[in-house]
């Protein structure tokens, strides 16, 4: 039984985004790697010029536009699509899955299921039962239980070009984390544990909030001070989301949740901050949303956000005003003005 | 579906599906008892040594279960305990204590320390079926029910010897019945009943031989065993004690051992996996997970000892609930839920319930109304997977699942505990929604929900334990408040069942009135203080509010209080 054994059997990415790429070529340092592109073109692109979105693509990557290939070849997959495909590639990924195959994804977002005709402003509740981590979409459209995840401080352009960095995978499988750190562990890339899986999830989505908040607070001109109270308070609201969505405390203030959030409220290479700050300079949602190649996941995730704070009664002040300035008109002055009257004063009050 | 099926099952004896008792597994284990106590024991230690590999953590672990040991045998005594116990332990702490202080070669006497308990334990825990005294057994409780049944029920002279009525009129099995039998003769059943009365396993015992089984076995608290008549069915029905005042480790290992080893030879078994009985009355939300995991490492091993073979015997989870008008020992258990409750205090298990009791428990259970059904669910493989009739797991796409390559790595059957834990965790919750889904109403169940859920409404200032120390006089519901309110969660009731949440029990439909009359004549209808009752305005009035709590729980957890 040698002949497959992990060390000889290649790892699939699925998603050939900037995250995916990046990712297909770190796990290439260690292995053979087959990438799905849903794009012929993008796949032949590959294949003859070795260069993808501006990066210089591994040998050992292999790009290809059949699922079922990567499957019967791949006992380990990481999915890295954007959340709002998400369920609708798992449903097509779902009849090459078996029980031995190991998924870990990388995507940061939500999934949301409405009734027929709703949006997220119509339903009369948003709750758990709508809201899905995309481990939780794993696990519900295939037969697939070793799920993991991976979160951090991962700026694709960074980690394309060799900086140090880290990420967090997570599972309540300690195989799965042990192979995830196997196969992504060089040394340029750390690779933390954690067996949160949903915590370091909800942690990764809700930073999106944050960081488009700090792009707004940016594109305002203003300085440290600002980002610091900013930063703080972020995280104080994530916990206190995080906990109403199933997670715990730990994952928030580990790589996944304070180091990732520090490092998009300081990116204005991220897609997020990016949005926050043209909005501060007072730029329409619909125009800024219009130019970008992909999708700032932040967005949704305020919506999805404020909904479910509603119901599950969380005071959560930043993405309350976020929501207001993103999809009610409210100005981002306004809404500092807001956060800076408002009269709370405990600084931590949930260790 | 759910009215055919029942009158379906109505007084259609299932034929058995073996032959004759040489060819269970029960009777297999237990004419090579001692073999298998040997087994059982030899692996305990295996997997003990595994867990505690330096010499000084099997000091620590020994030392511990002697010091428990003790403890339990000053503190908490029970008529079943050998009479040899007390010895028993300050012998091996005697020699324990010799063995630490040696420090050359005394592995030898440790190893050997260590085996005398476990094989103590494995003695303990192993049942002894014997085909002969199931048989009698058997015929007993047949036949005396019987006489019962027809004795009170048909008032003629000469009744007493009549057959008009048998168990199957007073018991109602309904659900997955001939998946069940076909099953039993695939693979090996583990069947997961909820636990609310110490009488669930002559119930289910009775079930098993009523649907043409072969006897399973039962890990069966050794509590049940001080009590003398429950002692002699159970012995008989091939039970193994399983007592829960010991907690060390060398026990819980030879426990899980041995529901291990026995269910890889095919023997059927049942657990309770609520571990002990609902004090609340509430459906088991959380289970124990240690006789559970056993089956998935019995499933994994399985895999693992035939890696080429195209058939392995399969594990089948089959959850199973019990569905009562009345629990005999629901106002001790609701006091004790209560207490802990209330002041987070540990009590110990009692039974006050000899065996005068329960065959007065009995009489009056076949002399009057009141019926039981005992809902059987679909079955599952060991990682809670729907199975069809020919074992095949199936996923929720409806495509086939080869259970064996959830404990495949890297292309290989692996043990992993820690995945196996997990997996574990997995089932149990299955389980649990599984319970949901098959649990039963009875009319009973819904007019207490009603009621107490009415009163709460009325004091919504107090909490639960002011609102159960208001004096019963000042409770009194309007009825026709309450028929209205009752028709609505009906209403409800039924739109579950359309959902597949939940079942009923046929009687729950038809005029409002009548199936309410229903419910508050059956709600724990034995009980000396009633826990609902109509005035002489008709009103309902209440004798018993803690009960009523204990018997309204039975139907938390399907969000029906916002229909009050």
Redesign the interface.
Known sequence: ?TS???SD?PVGVIGAGNFGSVIANILALNRRVILYARDEAVVNSILNTRVHRGYPMSHHVEPTSDMAYLASHC?VIFPMVPSAHFREMMKKL??YL???HILIHGTKGFDITLPEGQTIESVSKLTREQVKTMSEVIK?E??V??VGCLAGPNLAKELAQRQPGATVVAS????VIQIGKKLLRNDRFQVYENNDIVGVEIAGVLKNIIAIASGALSGLGYGENAKGLLISRGAVEMVYLGRALGGDLKAFLGVAGIGDLVTTCNSPMSRNFTVGYRLAKGEKLEAILADMTEIAEGVNTVRIAKKCADHYKVRALITDRLYKVLFEGMTVEEALEFLMRYPLNVDIDFL | MEILEEKKNKNKPYKPILDGIPDWPVYQLSKNRKEFVEEVACKSIERIRELRTTRKQLIDELEATVYREQNRIKRNRWRVDPKDDSKFWSDVKKDLIEASTKTDDSDKTLEEILKRIVMRYANEIAGSFKPNSYRVTRELIKFWFARLLNGARVKKFGAFFRNQYTLRDKIQIVGKVKLLRKLAKKGTVVMVPTHFSNLDSILIGWVIHSLGLPAFIYGAGLNLFNIKIFAYFMNSLGAYKVDRRKKNLPYLETLKMYSNLAIQKGAHSIFFPGGTRSRSGLIEKQLKLGLLSTAIEAQRNLYFENPNATEVRKIFIVPVTLNYNFVLEAPDLIEDYLHVKGQDKYFPEQDKYGSMQLLTFLFKFFTKGSNISVSIGSALDVLGNYVDEEGHSIDNQGRLIHTKDYFISSGQISEDKQREDEYTRMLSQKIVSEYHRINRVFASHLAAFVAFEMWQQKFPKLDLFGLLRLPEEDLELDYAEFRDTFKRVRKRIYELNDEGKLYFATHLKGKVDNVLKTGIENVGIFHLKRPLLLNKKGNIITKDLTVLYYYHNRLVGYDLEQFI
Request: net charge negative; no cysteine; hydrophobic share 25%.
């Open positions: 039984m497959s054994s992990l059997k006992d779902s009849p078996h029980p031995y519900e295939s037969v239980v070793r309540h499988f300690n195989e």
